[in-house]
């Protein structure tokens, strides 16, 4: 039974029998427990919100330590993406203490992780041109606790452009090439078509949905795209 | 003095060189006719000169006054632009035009004619009114580059008489309607119904489509006349529901007004030689199902 309040992350006040009197500084999600009870509290104190002399113990919502969740970018490259996001920043008590990187070839994981460290940026080689993969990063606490986890991005690693022919595989991961929009491997007046359908709906207000990297990149369907269809036509 | 004087001689030439020295540029070279044996009519053509590059997208817009002048029709016969993203069209107070040649285009070549009737006023006028807006022209390389494009002052020709001009004016052959693909749209998931419509002589003017549980012939244009809703569209159309139970017809009109429909036969209908068939098996059946039952019994 713990009666302390206690100031850690959860992982210390885990078990499947104890009482949790006093409330702790733990963060939600932590208490995986399906037996201990928490009485006392509810809310969490937080770091200088209670000291030894008043036992001033203030709950509620507003003293749960919280952390801001970046945006993570990804930028694919030639068997490898690259990824950046924003330094995280942790409120009443909570330190950014580390950063890990995940990556899938499916959307929503698993998850291989690697330990980044604090640095913001991170470039995953050795994957596969033309498979998208997917990736996340978890914010960890100053005890090396994940505290947030980034909303997951994708990318498709790309081969360096080659116009004309060949097949474009790379890995048996499919074929990769500017312009094809409909994945067939080839560019041709279906690819055409779709742009400038697309080209048309955009001049009315509507905007592409995505598989940007096919085209020139810069989120709008312009002559330079309807250049690069005809340039890597293949018929 | 001497070395000063030998200083500014280097200094001129190195200066002359390089204002006498260009860029690859490509020129578009437009002429104006006036067709002899049909009055008031203007034929505008716009040709374009790579200057040795591979150019594959190009862009532009024909300005004029439409006060003095009337578009008539746009061709594209010979056009070295194959794919058209814009059909030359008027919109607005001017005719724009956008496409692409799929591997390039280098040399010289037509980008498309116009024919304009002018109607009351002045001629010179009419004809000083005819500006090229803009042009643009494209690299054919992986960086779609923009090209240097020089256009050059109009070239007024008169009284020429070429059978490409007749062809435009008297024109009786029935557009082209091709490479018809149904093909799914990655973005949206629906379907775009992809066709090519083209006129050879006087040039497209539009292309419809009608979609109905109907049955009408492609044959006889004339069933088409009553009451059938065109919906004017370019290629690409999307089609937004589930047409399998549906005719799609299409219709191409040039601007002489000659007309080609086909139908894209999409409904899982009988036909008659089916339904003959199909007769026939419950027939059989029937006379198996009599004799086995008056047998047993």
């Known amino acids: 039974m713990l009666i302390c309040p206690l100031a850690g992350s959860a992982n210390i006040a885990e078990s499947t029998h104890y009482n949790l009197i006093d409330a702790g500084t733990f963060s939600g999600g932590y208490s995986s427990s399906g037996n201990f009870q928490l009485n006392g509290a509810v809310g969490q104190i937080s770091i200088g919100t209670s000291t030894d002399t008043s036992l001033d113990l203030k709950s509620g919502l507003l003293y749960y330590p919280s952390v801001t969740v970046p945006t ?5 490259g030639d068997s490898q993406v690259a990824l950046s996001w924003p330094a995280a920043v942790g409120t009443l008590g909570w330190t950014v203490g580390s950063y890990d990187v995940g990556w899938s070839a499916i959307s929503g994981g698993p998850y291989n992780f690697i330990s980044n460290g604090l640095s913001l940026s991170y470039t995953k080689t050795g994957l596969t041109n033309g498979i998208r993969y997917y990736f996340v990063v978890k914010i960890k606490d100053a005890l090396g606790s994940a505290i947030a986890t980034t909303t997951q991005v994708s990318a498709v690693p790309i081969e360096p452009d080659s116009p004309g022919g060949g097949g474009g595989s790379s890995g048996g991961g499919g074929c990769t090439r500017k312009g094809d929009l409909n994945n067939d491997c080839k560019v041709n007046l279906v690819d055409f078509s779709i742009a400038a359908y697309w080209y048309r709906r955009q001049l009315i207000g509507a905007i592409i949905a995505t598989e940007k990297q096919k085209l020139s990149g810069d989120s709008k369907i312009d002559l330079t795209d309807f250049s690069l269809i005809a340039y890597y036509w293949t018929g | 003095m001497k070395n000063s004087f030998f200083k500014l001689s280097i200094l001129f030439f190195v200066v002359w060189f390089l204002a006498g020295s260009k860029g690859e540029a490509a020129t578009v070279d437009w002429q104006i006719n006036q067709l002899p044996n049909f009055n008031n009519s203007l034929l505008v053509t716009l040709n374009l000169d790579t200057d040795g590059q591979s150019l594959n997208t190009f862009a532009g817009s024909l ?3 439409a006060h003095l002048l009337e578009l008539r029709s746009a061709s594209d016969k010979n056009s070295i632009i194959k794919l058209w993203l814009d059909q030359p069209a008027l919109k607005t107070d001017k005719v724009i035009f956008s496409g692409i040649t799929p591997n390039g285009f280098a040399g010289q070549g037509k980008i498309l004619t116009l024919l304009f009737n002018y109607k009351n006023g002045d001629l010179n006028q009419a004809l000083k009114s005819i500006k090229i807006g803009h042009f643009q ?55 775009l119904l992809i066709f090519k419509a083209t006129d050879a002589d006087s040039g497209l003017a539009y292309s419809a489509i009608y979609i109905s549980s109907e049955i009408l012939s492609s044959d006889n244009p004339s069933e088409f006349n009553r009451q059938v809703k ?29 007309v080609k429909i086909i139908k ?30 008056s047998s047993s019994f």
């Open chain 2, 63 to 65: 300005l004029f006054d």
């Open chain 2, 264 to 293: 894209l036969s999409t409904a899982n209908r009988w036909s008659w030689y089916e339904l003959v068939c199909l007769l026939f098996i419950i027939i059989v059946s029937i006379m198996i199902f009599r004799r086995l039952f």
């Open chain 1, 72 to 76: 993570v970018t990804a930028v694919a």
């Open chain 2, 230 to 258: 065109w919906t004017k569209t370019n290629s690409p159309y999307l089609l937004e529901s589930d047409y399998s139970s549906q005719q799609i017809y299409l219709k191409a009109v040039d601007n002489q007004g000659n």
């Open chain 2, 137 to 191: 022209a494209y690299l054919n390389n992986d960086q779609a580059e923009q090209a240097a494009v020089k256009i050059k002052p109009a070239a007024i020709v008169s009284y020429l008489d070429t059978q490409v001009s007749k062809n435009l004016i008297i024109d009786t052959l029935a557009p082209d309607i091709s490479d018809l693909q149904l093909v799914k749209d990655p973005f949206s998931n629906k379907f």
